[in-house]
């Protein structure tokens, strides 16, 4: 915590309710968070208050990304307004995605995620980074307080393993900068220029660097710009990161055979559910369990249920992996409603 500039303070085990979520509920779907309180506080106050997430649209949706569309869909029913950014440019400079694909996945993640669900009404937001012209101008003018040291640091936890992959640059490349400086505009224009008060954006702990450059960003815009962030909140909490399969550190796009994505035949999804992993009697690292607190639609009881059978690698354990698979390429078929 000390080597990325955070205090135990600020990255810290979750302790509040949000909106009807209780603190239980929260701690299933998240790891950590940072100033969440204040968040939850200004919330209650009924001060203008949103949550924020987005993804880069490098191929189809694996289950990291379903997982964060359908913690954007639990905070939203809880009464929480969620904006989700769909990172064309981002895949387009970031990933070296040909402009007219990630414009293709932009209107087919788009679909997708209303198809399951999400309200894309006022004050909640879904909307494509290509589209979105003043978070360009946004990103411009904080530009201003950024630079190389902060941009180097902001290197998301796995970003040695994409590189040697060959799916990101090795480098802080000028175009990796441009999609970092867009990353953080999409954030923090929702304080800017957007009527919100407060911030919560909510990511993969792997990528807590991001956030911390938002913070950082904002630490040097008050000296000059008190307006935009005085008396604001910005705040972020982190989920746990999926596990892949075949080794891999987590489900990736980038990587097909890391795990399931929502293309996959139901008897795909069950093979890899069944046998795809080593047993493991500790929920917290059973990608099965995993998936099943966060990519799903379950309630509460069911997921707590799945705990406990998980711990005992019961029968019914074995039941419920086959009953998920089900429920799984359920939602999965939804990348195919149009």
Known sequence: MREFGYSPLEFEAISFALGVLTKEDLQRQWLCHMNGGSFAELSRLRRPAIAATGFGLSGIPHMGTLSQILRAIRLQKAGIPVQIVLGDLDAYNGKN????????????????????????????????????????????????????????????????????????????????????????????ELLVDGGFDAVLVFLGIDEHQYVNFGRRTIERCIAEKPDWFNGKCYAALYSSIIGGFHGYPKMSKSFPQSGITVDMSAEEILSLIEFGEPPTQFPET?????????????????????????????????????????????????????
């Open 97 to 188: 995605v040909p402009l007219e694909r990630t414009l293709e996945l932009a209107s087919q993640y788009r679909a997708f995620i209303l198809n399951l669900g999400f309200d894309s009404f006022a004050p909640s937001i879904l909307r494509a980074q290509y589209d979105s012209l003043t978070t360009l101008r946004t990103s411009y003018l904080i530009g201003r307080y950024m630079d190389d040291e902060m941009f180097l640091k902001a290197e998301e936890d796995l970003h040695g393993f994409y590189s040697v992959q060959g799916k990101v640059d090795p480098v802080m490349s000028y175009r990796r900068k441009l999609s970092l400086n867009l990353m953080i505009a999409d954030f923090l």
């Open 286 to 338: 059973n990608v099965v369990y995993q998936m099943i607190s966060s990519v799903s639609l379950y309630d509460n009881d069911i997921i707590e249920e799945a705990y406990v059978e998980c711990r005992k690698q019961s029968r019914r354990w074995s039941a419920m992996k086959r009953d998920y698979a089900k429920h799984l390429h359920q939602l999965c078929r939804k990348w195919h409603e149009r």
